[in-house]
């Protein structure tokens, strides 16, 4: 398939792709595949007018009716997962297999959704007074923005949206001005869906913003704007943490991580070892839950790391679009440039680098291809601290399983962990209170591929907010306490006396 068959199976139109000025290049060669117009201010401020008008219709119809919107939402995307994960490969160069899996997970939380909204429970709460009752009720909140990053073009959206949706909340959706083709395909998608849906759906319902920081800002200082949800590096999710604070609204956010494993002396190597290859080159290094530190004890370093360098050497980087390939190119040239100072400056500080080089300059014109990194550390040093959105894997050695946890916990970032072991004490100690500090911490698993049932997101500078599964839902809704007097008396609380 051509570049231009992709793009039309996917539903974009000649009209749409061209005539504006934001340039879209596809990461697989360089070239653009893409001129579009974008919006003005003006506009992202009569979208958020236009979903506010949606929100008074949208939140008074039955949650389980919502549901079904978001039932057919996820039908319509099985329908196109193939078609839709060649557009996400297309855009930002993840491998095709990768394209669909993002497309599987905006599946998945669509059929929890579905569940989830005949489940929006409240709770009942005992009253200390006689003849009260006490209890706890959810409400759609508002209109809820959502700012995603373009290593993730459509699956985050998702988690925000399908839980939106059920929660009674309209969506507006500003994607990565770098993958801005996937959103205008999802957004296609919603449309039919609306349209098939019929009249419960309020026009403005869900809608997306094409363009660049300007139109981020607009929904973040807009008071009308309820809920901000933002995917991205730490200095964005800074930024809209302070514009949404400062209006006192209500922000999740998923800014960065920096994610480690600990390799304990009982651990199966060979899991182990596909584990580090998935989650450090996976996304070509460009998750957020992506492997960036090893952790690796003294006693099984010389076995484990000679079989990752030779796993490394035979990795097949190329056209993330071939069904061969396992590792596809970065984003652009500023990533390369990125990674390259990251590699020096870890030299400077010690490190042996195995690979980093750029690769395939032949023939794919203006990309940026590399050959994954592993860079061994002669301890964490101030590297190692930072996240690089690239695949460069640091290595430590440690002795004692404290040092590792203190190690994995030192750096400003906490998203996601894990320890590969058969040592129950030692796998429990890493999931206590004194193990990991991060938002996910797993056991035989790498830190990457989350599934959509559990909360995702992290601590520190990762944010603290949680997306997708478990009770996640309740950061779209406004809780409500409610006491109710049913008896003849009106006692106060506290036993406080008051007669008039
Ligand atoms: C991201 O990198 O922003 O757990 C999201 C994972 C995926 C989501 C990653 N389910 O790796």
Redesign the pocket.
Known sequence: MTHTDILTAAGLTELQLTGGTLSVTTPIDGSEIAQLKMHSVAEAQAQIAAANDAFQAWRSVPAPRRGELVRLLGNELRAQKETLGRLVTLECGKIYQEGL??VQ?MIDICDFAVGLSRQLYGLTIASERPGHSMRETWHPMGVCGVIT?F??PV??WCWNAALALVCGDPVIWKPSEKTPLTALAVQKICDKVMAEFGEDAPKGLIQTLIGERDLGQTLTASKDVAIVSA?GSVPMGRAVAGDVAARLGRSIL?PG?NNAMIVAPSADLEMALRAIVF?AV??AG?????LRRLIVHADVYDQLIPRLKAAYASLPIGDPLDEGALVGPLIDADAMMAMDRALEQAKAEGGTVHGGKQVLTDNHGAAAYVAPAIVEMPEQSAIMHHETFAPILYVVQYDDLDQAVAMQNAVPQGL?SCIFSTDVRETETFLSAVGSDCG?ANVNIG??????GGA?GGEKETGGGRE?GSDAWKGYMRRQTNTVNYSRELPLAQGIKFDI
């Not at 460009?286 to 992506?290: D, F, S």
């Open positions: 899996g993002e997970e990053a290593n993730f699956a985050p995917t998923e991580g989650s996976g996304t460009q998750r957020c839950t992506t996601s996910i830190p990457s591929g989350a599934e959509i995702f997708s």
